[in-house]
């Protein structure tokens, strides 16, 4: 450590900036199937899932991610329950962001008028194709833009999970402070260098999703 | 029932509501001061300065895209390791609050002021109202209505992100009971208190968060029905 200089920062940073990136698209992945679900069940209003899925909703948008991050690493192995630090982000991440994204996409699915479903019983169509060809494109197609700015949002969440010892690029630029408080100032440009050049491409592709899906919207 | 570490809890209990207390300040003391900045910046953000503009569009998207906790930590370490003077943990974080939470804020005054029918501002010059009339009678009270919602919402993302500031040392909530479970491990190595530590602190953060953002939510549905018609 003692003869790095700035330069050898660059493939720490790499690989830092790597593991956030892992974690954060698989977090989004699965927090936008946990919503999906999750949404079309209270939209339905299945009958024991309901409650059970407006409490989760709740209980993870009212608490902060850094307590639940610490309850799963560090409360949950009490009761044999254990994951390493990639798998436990992984998870909190994916239940914070299914929270979200839950009710964005419920939200959406709210807004289909109601003789759009009427209509589709009238054809004959089951629950099942309503369900995939009627609802879930529309309800995707108006909550895009709240689908985004969560998946920006846990992006930005996977440097909290410093805390659970996840060596993602908040983590490793403290690890080398600590060591060399000489490099302060590279370590800094770096970590912002590291978020930008994921940050920025990612909003890019979202707003380019946003318009392609938006394109096919029903009187747009 | 000793496994689970609840008397340690119930012993510690003061000094987790100490803990509470200082949260509290935290989100408390950057609320009040990021609604009066904000609808300061709010008003800055329309003008049509074009370097004031860029100035506050670049802030707002580093406050926006930069973690919180990056920017307590820029500023915790950053301003002690630039004036070579410690700092202290707990200014840092109201300082980092308040300037996030006046962003915030400030961006939806802004999207709020530039929806308004242009009429707004052409009937209140029409019927004589000076600038600083316009604003106080006409614009700020539809204002409050309108950003009400979002901004208790902002309240309580403040009250959880006041979690964070134990990472750099003060002594809030999450870093009394982090204390508390090592006292409890060091008595009794087998002890589960850290999970019900966690519990505890979970359900803590929900009966203080809920309330608040149902009450976001009902804000909304009246604010919705006052306002019809923008």
Redesign the interface.
Known sequence: MDQYSTFDLIPIFARAAGTTLIVASSSILFAFVIGLLAGIALFYKVPVLKPVIYAYV??F????????A??IF???P??SVQFDSHTCSIIVLSLLGGAYMCEAIHSGLKAIPNNQLELAKAMGLSRLHTTVHLLIPQSISTSIAAINNNS?FLT??V??M??ILLPEI?YQA?AI?SLR?DL?LPV?VM??AS??AI?LPMTYLLSLAERKIRFAEFGA | MRNLGLDFIATAFPRLLDGFVIAVQIAGVSFLLSIAFGFVLGVLMTLKNRWLSVVLRVCLEAFR???P??WL??LF??LA?AFDTPTNGYTISIIVFTLWGSFEIGDLVRGYLTSLPRHQFESSMAVGLTRRQMYVHVLLPQIIIRTLPSVVNLA?RLI?????V??IGVQEM?KVSQSIIQVAYYNNPTS?I??????V??IF??II??PL?LLARYMEKKAASLTTGT
């Open positions: 709740e209980f948008r009212n608490t902060p991610s850094l307590i639940q610490y309850f560090y409360g949950l009490k009761v920006i930005k969440e440097s909290a410093k805390i908040v403290f402070i408080t302060t800094a970590t912002i978020y930008l940050l | 895209l930069i973690h906790v990056i930590f820029i370490y950053g390791y309580t959880k992100t006041t979690s964070l134990s990472l999450l589960m850290s999970f019900t530590m966690y519990l602190l979970l953060y929900f968060c809920f953002s």
